[in-house]
């Protein structure tokens, strides 16, 4: 079985903060998705991990080094992340939670 910390771009510490926050496997980083996951780690950190996370969780998924994607899609990722919280507001005003 492949543990998260074989995927390329990630090593033991990205592996902790991913298990700290609930993600397990490699298995559950496909399910949920890079997004999600990155969405998780924060929330369980109490503040946003460096992007570099991002595009080391995005890298494996799309078989590419984590630079590349950092280059080829920094701004679609961050737009992505801001829909999210665009829409995390939308749902607390209402006073619903979305959960992930």
């Known amino acids: ?59 494996p998924l799309e078989d590419e080094h984590w630079l590349s994607i950092a280059q080829s899609q920094k701004a679609q990722l961050i737009m992505q992340l801001e829909d999210y919280q665009t829409l995390e507001q939308l749902f607390n005003d209402q006073g619903k939670s979305l959960t992930l």
């Open 1 to 59: 079985m492949i543990r998260l910390r074989d995927l390329q771009g990630l090593g033991p510490k990205s592996e902790a903060m991913l298990i700290e926050a609930g993600v397990n496997s490699v298995s559950q980083l496909q399910h949920l998705g890079a997004i999600a996951v990155y969405i998780k780690v924060s929330k369980y950190q109490g503040k946003p991990p460096s992007l570099n996370l991002l595009y080391a969780l995005v890298g």
